[in-house]
């Protein structure tokens, strides 16, 4: 593993409890930093915080919610004086169907935890980063954002906008010290898995010229440089972790 430096930092990671978000957690920490984990299942947030140990704190949040999340950053900022990061992973893929079949209130629920909710988080966080003229932003946006995968349409729409909204924001703090940047992963095997049908699981390995699923160590290699200082030059920035998936 190299290393990388967050030491004396902080970062708030949504929906870590498990998957990408406690990956990315554990690659902050070991690069000496301090993280909050958000997610909406608090128990499990506690147990992530607790197996990550005393560098770890959690909060109960729904990212889709306004008040869920202003209430998680002042309760975030009682415990630690300053948010250095924030890691916007929480996320769904809702169902595997057509755009003719797909049901309206699933569509709505991804589109709302995954755009609605990375915007929330970042419209709340964002004013505290420019107060203290430093921070660092990473979303994790999806491969499917560039592709249009079939049958998660949802998920597709809601990772390009992703991918959009980090161009916007990275260029609206482009005079500050506060960077935006998104990753488009190609597929990693998480609990995420769960929700997806098997011929969609295949689909999607079946696009990797690797011939393999990514690791949750890769991608939190990734993202753990774009927390850090060394991240200087890079803003409104899409990086890719596909396996040789991407064309663009």
Same mark, same amino acid.
């Given at each position: ?42 128990? %499990? ?41 924030? @890691? !916007? ?24 935890? !995954? ?5 929330? &988080?970042?419209?709340?966080? @964002? ?16 491969? %499917?954002?560039?592709?249009? !995968?079939?049958? %998660? ?28 940047? &998104?990753?488009?992963?190609?597929? @990693? ?12 699981? %295949? ?19 990734? @993202?753990?440089?774009? &927390?850090?200082?060394? &991240? ?17």
């Amino acid at each position: 593993m190299n290393q990388l430096d967050f030491s004396g930092r902080h970062a708030v990671i949504t929906g870590a409890a498990t998957g990408l978000g406690y990956g990315i957690a554990e690659r902050l920490l070991a690069s000496g930093g301090q993280v909050t984990i958000w997610d909406r299942n608090l128990d %499990a947030a506690r147990k992530a915080a607790s197996a990550l140990g005393a560098s770890a704190f959690a909060v109960g949040v729904d990212v889709a919610q306004e008040a869920s999340v202003a209430k998680a950053v002042a309760a975030t900022l009682a415990h630690h004086p300053r948010i250095d990061a924030l @890691v !916007n992973s929480a996320g769904i893929t809702g169902p595997n169907a057509k755009v003719w079949d797909y049901p309206v209130d699933a569509w709505r629920e991804v589109i709302e935890i !995954n755009l609605h909710g990375l915007f929330i &988080c970042c419209r709340e966080i @964002v004013p505290h980063m420019r107060s203290q003229g430093y921070g660092r932003i990473v979303n994790i946006a999806s491969v %499917a954002g560039k592709d249009g !995968n079939p049958n %998660a349409s949802a998920y597709s729409a809601s990772k390009a906008a992703v991918i959009a909204l980090t161009k916007s924001l990275g260029k609206e703090l482009a005079d500050t010290d506060v960077r935006v940047n &998104c990753v488009t992963p190609a597929a @990693v095997k998480t609990a995420i898995f769960d929700q997806m049908s098997p011929e969609h699981i %295949a689909f999607m390995l079946s696009k990797i010229p690797m011939g393999r699923f990514g690791t949750v160590q890769e991608v939190a290699a990734m @993202v753990g440089w774009l &927390c850090t200082e060394d &991240c200087s030059f890079s803003t409104g920035a899409v990086f890719d972790l596909s396996g040789g998936r991407s064309t663009y």
